[in-house]
């Protein structure tokens, strides 16, 4: 079985990440502190994420389980870890779980686009 290769979608991940980051430093002071701590800690959990699933290429079903729910688990932690760093409350910890939620759609669909171009074999 051929491995796909990471860099397309760790360069997907990344600009996810950084557009992500350039929007919440963008926002006025009472939210931009929680939206940059959540765009990193979001940001953190996609880098563990994706490279669990790299880590786990071409061990099958078993592996990438095992790299989705390593990634999970980073993230479960971060967000915790995340919210209480930036110290929100109220509508700014509305602002984190917003951000960092986001955030972490749009690098899991990176992941299941990695994954899913490792199952069809796609090596260019």
Known sequence: MQRARLWP???ASAAC?????GCAGSLAEPSRTPAVFA?????????????AL?????????????????GFLCRALLVGV??????????GALTYVL??????????????????AQAQGAVR
């Open 9 to 11: 979608f760790a360069l």
């Open 17 to 21: 990440c950084a557009a992500a980051l």
């Open 39 to 51: 765009a990193a800690a979001a940001s953190l959990g996609a880098l563990c994420g994706l490279a």
């Open 54 to 70: 790299a880590a786990a290429q071409g061990r099958g079903l078993n592996g990438v389980l095992a790299g989705f729910v390593i």
């Open 82 to 91: 995340g919210l209480i760093a930036s110290g929100a409350q109220g509508n």
């Open 99 to 116: 951000f960092f939620f986001i955030l972490y759609a749009a690098t899991q669909v990176v992941e299941v686009l990695f994954v899913r």
